[in-house]
């Protein structure tokens, strides 16, 4: 899923003072508007005198308008005076948040020539201290106190200014005003003046109800980075687990730690409804800490990249701190059911996360000696689906689950853990799908291996978007029906 097209970026600090000064010049217009007619009428009847009523009217609603003008440049004083403020907390947070990010970039280009050319051990340990001073800055609670509180003032700002657009003094400019339009009536109407419509109008700030329909920069070539993250961001489950702060929660070491906040921080700013597009620069760089991988900006496989997203959420997640010694399962005499399940107890005794509880399924794994009929069952944890593509001009979802799980004969080379018949024993094996998760991501192989190259297969695959049932090819728990909303 890729980012939104991004648009030349509007100062929305210019917007409202441009705003005040048309809605002052309206009210000075009316004003005059007014005074035309109070003259206009002084001409026409050659004096006042024969209708001292309607001079008397006239009299007081133009010095009401005056009055109201007046109010108006004092509310366009307040107005700039906001914007002023709110500059300045801009450029203080872009500051704060720019020192970050060229600290986090500095670190990665070293890492990345490291990587590329080797280091001695004490420009290593120089390094590592590095990394832990801006682990520090970035974990600092003042850097951050400071950083949430910037960004409250500026909310707090901006909602004083959509307020003031939206109304636009309707307590004090509505006061005395309802027997303007009477009055004035017999030479201009709301809909003939447009100085006089635009003046009475109640402004109303527009609302976009959609949320997280925000875009992401790219950082040289980091689309594998940014279609990744859309998809995680339109994963409700996951988006509310992070939105809620439930993730704050779970003692999150150092190391994943940073990757995790930085992760909640993105989610927000997407799901914020404020921004038509955001560079994740700050997320960006915890990445490249923690991968230096992808710290660069050579492009890089979305796959991988999900997979180390994934694995560090979900040890940054993992309310598990100390990992338990699990003792080997042996399935003998048990059920597949049984089986099954304590499988899966064991696995959560030392993986215990949001990401396990939405992403991963199981898979039962039969492996047989074709001479001795010996047949081991076994029960596997999967967060990824990967299914073959036949190798076929056009094939379907149901085919590439067909051949995922089909028997696979192994030859002379004996799969079993402890082999009866001897190593060159003949033996199968057979992978199904035993449990499928909340939300299941499946992964085409469009790679395969042919003689020393690996080439790609360039087969149409055809995958239904809604309904989609995997009972025919579950072997465990029913499954519910998927809907597909996000593809990479």
Request: hydrophobic letters at 35%; one cysteine or more.
């Amino acid at each position: 899923m890729a980012g939104l097209p991004t648009k030349k970026k509007t100062n929305d600090f210019e917007i409202p003072s441009k705003t005040t000064s048309r809605m002052l010049k309206n009210a000075r217009q009316v004003a005059r508007t007014v005074d035309d007619e109070h003259a206009l009428k002084y001409r026409n009847d050659g004096t006042l005198k024969g209708n001292p009523s309607r001079a008397t009217d006239l009299s007081s609603i133009s010095k009401k308008a005056k009055k109201h003008s007046g109010r108006l440049e004092e509310r366009c004083k307040e107005l700039t005076a906001i914007i002023n403020r709110t500059r300045e907390k801009m450029k203080y947070l872009k500051s704060l948040q720019k020192e970050c990010s060229d600290l986090c970039e500095a670190y990665a280009k070293v890492m990345e020539i490291v990587d590329m050319e080797g280091a001695t051990s004490s420009c290593i340990t120089t390094l590592k201290n590095l990394d832990f001073f801006i682990a520090e800055c970035l974990e600092s609670q003042e850097v951050r106190a400071k950083r949430n509180q910037s960004l409250t003032t500026m909310k707090e700002l901006k909602t004083k200014l959509q307020k003031y657009l939206a109304e636009p003094g309707e307590s004090d400019m509505d006061d005395g005003l309802e027997e303007l339009p009477d009055v004035m009536k017999s030479s201009h109407s709301k809909d003939d003046d447009p100085h006089a419509s635009a003046f009475l109008k109640k402004k109303t700030p527009i609302k976009h109800d959609v949320q997280a329909l925000t875009g992401l920069k790219n950082l040289g070539n980091s689309c594998y980075m940014n279609s990744t993250i859309q998809c995680l961001n339109n994963t409700l489950q996951l988006v509310n687990y992070f939105r809620s702060d439930s993730y704050r929660q779970t003692n999150c070491n150092r190391h994943h730690g940073q990757l995790v906040y930085e992760f909640a921080y993105l989610v927000k700013d997407l799901w914020s409804g404020e921004h038509l597009c955001i560079k994740p620069e700050l997320f960006k760089a915890a990445i490249g800490r923690c991968q230096p991988k992808f710290a660069g900006s050579k492009q890089e496989d979305c796959q991988e990249f999900l997979t180390f997203l994934m694995e560090g959420l979900h040890e940054g997640l993992n309310k598990v701190k100390v990992k338990k010694q699990i003792q080997e399962q042996t399935n003998e005499g048990l059920t597949d059911e049984m089986a099954a399940e304590i499988s899966w107890r064991d696995h959560k005794l030392n993986n215990d996360s949001i990401l396990v509880e939405l992403f991963q399924g199981q898979f039962k794994k039969t492996i047989m000696c074709r001479t001795c009929s010996k047949q081991i069952v076994d029960f596997e944890t999967f967060m990824y689906l990967f299914l073959p593509i036949p190798n076929t001009t056009y094939c379907t979802l149901q085919d590439c689950l067909m051949h995922f799980s089909a028997e696979k004969s192994v030859t002379g080379n004996c799969l079993m853990p402890a082999p009866n018949c001897g190593e060159n024993s003949d033996t199968f094996m057979k992978l199904e799908i035993w449990k499928v998760p909340q939300i299941l991501i499946i992964v085409l192989k469009r790679f395969k291996m042919e003689g020393n190259w690996w080439t790609k297969i360039d087969a149409p695959v055809d995958i239904p978007t809604r309904d989609v049932d995997f009972s025919r090819f579950v072997i465990g728990p029913r499954p519910k029906i998927y809907n597909l909303y996000a593809v990479s």
